[in-house]
Structure formats: structure tokens, C-alpha cells
């Protein structure tokens, strides 16, 4: 008997007031490692209405003017419509930045220090970071986020264009994916909600989107006489951004990883620099899982691995393959500890993370992306893993 059910999984636009918040942190990192490649750097911001607050702990040589980062990157994202409350030359920003604590930077350090264990760098906080790859798609991630990043990404391509003068910056989109025996065989649902000027009627929106967008970027043989389309379900929505609602660093962590299909640890990704095992850590898994799966010794696989702060090893590393494994978990497992090192100064320079590519992470996904500065998307250890495992 066929196992059949729904998944559905939803992204966010870059105008989204969580991700405005998440571009400026992710803004503030890259200008950090421009001058200064060994920045500490845990940067989160809040919006509201034409209100920027700035704040964390950032220990560098650069000279960073806060204000003007963030309206650069409020610029970019789009928000510079004078109908907008919420506008890139308008917005007050308030900074709130202090140094990072010494008994943080101790635990970090490659040096010792009274009652740290070793001399090593250790992890930069405790907690467990997950990685996550399948099968399913060419990217080796889940359907249904990447298809609903698809939606995000080419409403944004086609507003930056300026082709659709209505379009404005906030949007958010999900899909709802048919799986049988756990292969995706149908679209059951798509919603988009997108901000737009107030002289538009609906029903142009909502053939816009459905023609130009939905039908552009999903994959036809999915798309049936039964999927459904909820194109600005609610009938209107002109008030957008951080003016209809306020916006937070790092509130949207399953948008920025597998969502849902994979585990997500305890932190978030978006203003902060790789000694933070959050975002690094996090990193490696992917690579690690994507690795496993492009080598064939599974369909899926998802890591976890655990830090204490201060500690330079992983205090665990588990891995599962959800019954697709094509050989015993605990040699894949050998395999993959032979191969990979989990310490957090190795983790940075087996992935070369101290270089100012983070703005290119923070929308549309962490993950699953062909951009060749994002080394965790590499394939590059599948030889290697082969070999470990004879």
C-alpha cells in the first residue's frame, strides 16, 4: 500500500520585515570582513514603521558606519517608494553596539586562559546544528521550500525590473507538495501574498501572478486541473513591510534552512560571523549531508552535531538516513569522520568563511544554491567518501 500525503513549505520576500532585518545584520558582517577578516561579529537588528534599532556585539578594526549600512541595504531591498512610510533615506537608526564579551572571546580564542581546557579555538556557544540533503530535487533539497523560493525569487527579479510598476517589496509564498512512497508526484496548493500599490485591482494581480510567476517557475508536471491558487487570499494588501508589521533578526529560520522537511538546531544564521557554530556549523552539515547523498550512499540524510562553548571537538555527531541507506549507518557514519573535521577552526577553513559572502545568503534560502562562493553547496568530497568506505 502506497504511503501518500501533503507537505507544504513556505519563503519570504526580501522585503519581508523579518528579512529586512536579516539583510541588514547580514549587510553589517560582509562590511566587516571587507577590512577586517578576523571580526567578531553578532549583529541583530529590529524594525518598525521608520524606526531601525541596531544592536549586539561586534569586536573589529573597521570603521563601520551602522546607519549607512542599513540604508544601503534597506535600498537594495527596494524600499524607496514615497508612498512608503518604511523608506531607505527616511528611516531613523538607532545603534546600540557594544564589544564582545571576554569571557565569550576567551572560549573562542586559539590561546589558553584559566580554566579553559585546551589552547585550541573552541565553539562560540553551546548547541546543536543540523545539515540536511534528499534526492528530490537537483539542488538535493526538499521540493516544496525550493519550489516556494522559486516564487519568491522571480517576483523579486521581475520587480527589481520595474516592468510591473504595482509590485512593492513584502511578499511571502508556500507550496504544498503531493507525495507518494515519499517521491513528490503533485502540487496540491500555491498562495502568494504580495504587497502592491493601491491602484491595483485584484484580479490583475491574480492572473499576473498565476501566469507570470506560478506557471513560469513550477514545474509543470506537477501543476494539475486540481492545484489550487491563493493569490492574495485576504483581497488587499497595500500596507507591507515594517510599517503592517515589525521585523526581527533571525525569526525565520526554517525559511532560511529545509522547510520543515529537515531539523533545525537552536540558533539562526544572519549577522553573525563563522566562530558562531550556529551559522557554521550548520554549514558543514549541509555540506556533509549534500556530499553523502551525491555520493549515493543514501537518498536522505540529515547530520546533527553538538558543541560546548569553549570546546574545539563536537561532544556528538549522529547521522540518519531514514531507511535509504545503501550501507550500515555506522560505517557512513567512519566514512564521514575520516573525511570531514567538525572542529570549529576547521570548519572555517575547510569552507573558507572569512570573506564577506554572506549578503548573498540571507534570501531565498541558506541553502540550495549554485553560487560558487557558497562552498557548503560543493560536491567536491564525493571521491573521498567513496573511498573511505571500502
Known amino acids: 500500500m502506497s504511503k501518500r500525503y501533503i507537505f507544504s513549505s513556505e519563503s519570504v520576500g526580501e522585503g519581508h520585515p523579518d528579512k529586512v532585518c536579516d539583510t541588514i545584520s547580514d549587510y553589517v558582517l560582509d562590511a566587516c570582513f571587507r577590512e577586517d577578516k578576523f571580526g567578531r561579529v553578532a549583529c541583530e537588528c529590529f524594525v518598525k514603521s521608520n524606526l531601525v534599532v541596531v544592536c549586539g556585539e561586534i569586536t573589529t578594526k573597521a570603521k563601520l558606519d551602522y546607519a549607512a549600512i542599513a ?28 564589544t564582545q564579551s571576554p569571557d565569550i572571546a576567551q572560549g573562542v580564542d586559539a590561546r589558553k586562559a584559566k580554566g579553559k581546557k585546551t589552547a585550541k579555538q573552541g565553539a562560540g556557544d553551546q548547541g546543536l546544528m543540523f545539515g540536511y540533503a534528499c534526492d528530490e530535487t537537483p539542488e538535493l533539497m526538499p521540493a516544496p521550500i525550493m519550489f516556494a523560493h522559486r516564487l519568491g525569487r522571480e517576483l523579486t527579479r ?21 507525495y507518494e512512497d515519499d517521491r513528490p508526484v503533485a502540487i496540491s496548493n500555491v498562495v502568494i501574498s504580495t504587497q502592491h500599490t493601491a491602484d491595483v485591482e485584484h484580479a490583475e494581480i491574480e492572473k499576473f501572478c498565476i501566469e507570470h510567476v506560478i506557471k513560469k517557475v513550477l514545474p509543470k508536471e506537477l501543476l494539475t486541473d486540481r492545484t489550487q491558487y491563493l493569490v492574495n487570499p485576504t483581497g488587499r494588501f497595500v500596507v507591507g513591510g515594517p510599517q503592517g ?3 526581527l533578526t533571525g525569526r525565520k529560520i526554517i525559511v532560511d534552512t529545509y522547510g520543515g522537511m529537515g531539523r533545525h538546531g537552536g540558533g539562526a544564521f544572519s549577522g553573525k560571523d563563522p566562530t558562531k557554530v550556529d551559522r557554521s556549523a550548520a554549514y558543514m552539515g549541509r555540506w556533509v549531508a549534500k556530499n553523502v547523498v551525491a555520493a549515493g550512499l543514501a537518498s536522505r540524510c540529515e547530520l546533527q552535531f553538538a558543541y560546548a562553548i569553549g570546546h574545539p571537538e563536537p ?12 550501507a550500515p549507518e555506522d560505517k557512513i557514519v567512519r566514512a ?19 570573506r564577506p559572502i554572506y549578503a548573498k545568503t540571507t534570501n531565498y534560502g541558506h541553502f540550495g544554491k549554485s553560487d560558487p562562493d557558497l562552498t557548503w553547496e560543493r560536491t567536491d568530497k564525493v571521491a573521498a567518501l567513496k573511498a573511505a568506505m571500502k
Request: glycine residues 4%.
Open 315 to 326: 561532544v556528538s555527531v549522529h547521522l540518519e538516513t531514514f531507511g535509504t541507506a545503501k
Open 245 to 247: 508589521d515589525s521585523g
Open 71 to 98: 540604508r544601503q541595504a534597506i535600498r537594495d531591498i527596494g524600499y524607496v517608494n514615497d508612498d512608503d512610510v518604511f523608506h531607505a533615506d527616511k528611516v531613523f537608526v538607532n545603534v546600540y553596539v557594544t
Open 336 to 354: 564521514v569522520n575520516r573525511v570531514f573535521s567538525f572542529q570549529p577552526a576547521d570548519i572555517i577553513e575547510q569552507l573558507d568563511l572569512r
Open 158 to 178: 521581475i520587480r527589481k525590473t520595474g516592468k510591473v510598476p504595482w509590485l512593492r517589496p513584502d511578499a511571502k509564498s508556500q507550496v504544498s507538495v503531493i
